[in-house]
Each structure stands twice: as structure tokens, then as C-alpha cells.
Antibody, heavy 118, light 107 residues
Framework: DVQLVESGGGLVQPGGSLKLSCAASGFTFSGSAMHWVRQASGKGLEWVGRIRSKVMNYATAYSASVSGRFTISRDDSKNTAYLEMNNLKTDDTAVYYC?????????WGQGNLVTVSA | DIQMTQSPSSLSASVGDRVTITCRASESISSNLNWYQQYPGKAPKLLIYTTSNLESGVPSRFRGSASGTQFTLTISSLQPEDFATYYCQQSDSTPYTFGQGTKLEIK
């Protein structure tokens, strides 16, 4: 069975940092582009960014709202993707999802709540 | 960035109804449009990818189509489990923007 298990969320103060992990199983992780999507409470889905596979040079892309503050990386030996978040703002408070891209965002993690508050 | 304008934002319908949700792209995205279904507190689920391809396991009452930069999700005969929120997303160029969502409610 395909699984994406996220971890690392929690409460952080404005200006702080947090790193989310997304552990994958049940599919060929190394060949997959991995995306991050977030959703503030009661709001719609917001695409955060993505990292492509090794054959695509691990190319990354980000939304304007997180560019320069967030970094997506991956460790194919551990079948894990990461979202490192720096200089966090209260507007970054949301549930963060990782997802595997194949056609569309085919498989999703369960979501991980990040709360940015003093 | 490509803007995705989804309508309506909410929709009331009855079991057995045929419903249509529309998404318009601000520029050409070829056929790179996906549809998702989301229940409260749950992760989204991919329904249709690249305009009209049904994801494995998704019932055939869901259909996607396009005319130019306007994309449509049609549910031919609503079932009780279809009452959820639906999102479109373009995957033509980053950032892969989503529509604002359509909440489908029971009339």
C-alpha cells in the first residue's frame, strides 16, 4: 500500500524555524516529483512548492509567498522529502500536506499542523 | 502566475442531480488541469487528471472536459458520498495554482 507519513509539525514562534518530513512507501519514491500543499483553517488549498527527481536534477520551485524562506529537499536513500521553513510568519499557520505527483497529485499524506504564534 | 477562477463557490443539490463545476484559467494551460475532492479534516483526493482522465477507482459518474481555457467537472448523478469540496488545479507551470474551491452541499 502507498503511504506518505508526515512528521515534524507543531507550535513555533514568529521568526522561528521548523522542518517537516514526509516518509514514503509503496511506490518508487526516487522517480517521483514530490509536492507540498498547505491549507489554513477553513480556507482553500495553496500550493507551496515541489522537488523533482534526480533525473530532473532535483529541480525545485516555490510559491511567491514562501520563496526565499522555505526549502524543499529529499533523501532518496530514506524515501523521504523535507520542507524546511524559516522566518515563519503567523500567515504560515496551516495544515501542510506532502503529495506525490503522477498526472496530478496522486497520493497525499495525512497532513501536519504547523501553528505560528507568540 | 496563472490564476484559476472556480465557480460556483458553493452549490446546493439533491441526490440524483447532475451538477457542473467550472474552472477558468487566466491563460492557456493546455490540458494540464486536475480535479480533487476533499472532505472536512481529510486530505484531498485526486479525481481527474489532465482534464479528462479518471483516476483509478473513481466512479464513472465523474467526468472532466474542457473548452479552451474553461474546464468543467460534471457529476452525472449525485450520490450521498459526493457532498464535499472540490478543487481544480493547473499543473502546466509553477506555481501550480488551485481554484478557490466549490462546496457541494445537500439541498
Amino acid at each position: 500500500d502507498v503511504q506518505l507519513v508526515e512528521s515534524g509539525g507543531g507550535l513555533v514562534q514568529p521568526g522561528g524555524s521548523l522542518k517537516l518530513s514526509c516518509a514514503a512507501s509503496g511506490f518508487t519514491f526516487s522517480g517521483s516529483a514530490m509536492h507540498w500543499v498547505r491549507q489554513a483553517s477553513g480556507k482553500g488549498l495553496e500550493w507551496v512548492g515541489r522537488i523533482r527527481s534526480k533525473v530532473m536534477n532535483y529541480a525545485t520551485a516555490y510559491s511567491a509567498s514562501v520563496s526565499g524562506r522555505f526549502t524543499i529537499s529529499r533523501d532518496d536513500s530514506k524515501n523521504t522529502a523535507y520542507l524546511e521553513m524559516n522566518n515563519l510568519k503567523t500567515d504560515d499557520t496551516a495544515v501542510y500536506y506532502c503529495a506525490r505527483h503522477s498526472g496530478g497529485l496522486q497520493y497525499w499524506g495525512q497532513g501536519n499542523l504547523v501553528t505560528v504564534s507568540a | 502566475d496563472i490564476q484559476m477562477t472556480q465557480s460556483p463557490s458553493s452549490l446546493s443539490a439533491s441526490v440524483g442531480d447532475r451538477v457542473t463545476i467550472t474552472c477558468r484559467a487566466s491563460e492557456s494551460i493546455s490540458s494540464n488541469l486536475n480535479w480533487y475532492q476533499q472532505y472536512p479534516g481529510k486530505a484531498p483526493k485526486l479525481l481527474i487528471y489532465t482534464t479528462s482522465n479518471l483516476e483509478s477507482g473513481v466512479p464513472s459518474r465523474f467526468r472532466g472536459s474542457a473548452s479552451g481555457t474553461q474546464f468543467t467537472l460534471t457529476i452525472s448523478s449525485l450520490q450521498p458520498e459526493d457532498f464535499a469540496t472540490y478543487y481544480c488545479q493547473q499543473s502546466d507551470s509553477t506555481p501550480y495554482t488551485f481554484g478557490q474551491g466549490t462546496k457541494l452541499e445537500i439541498k
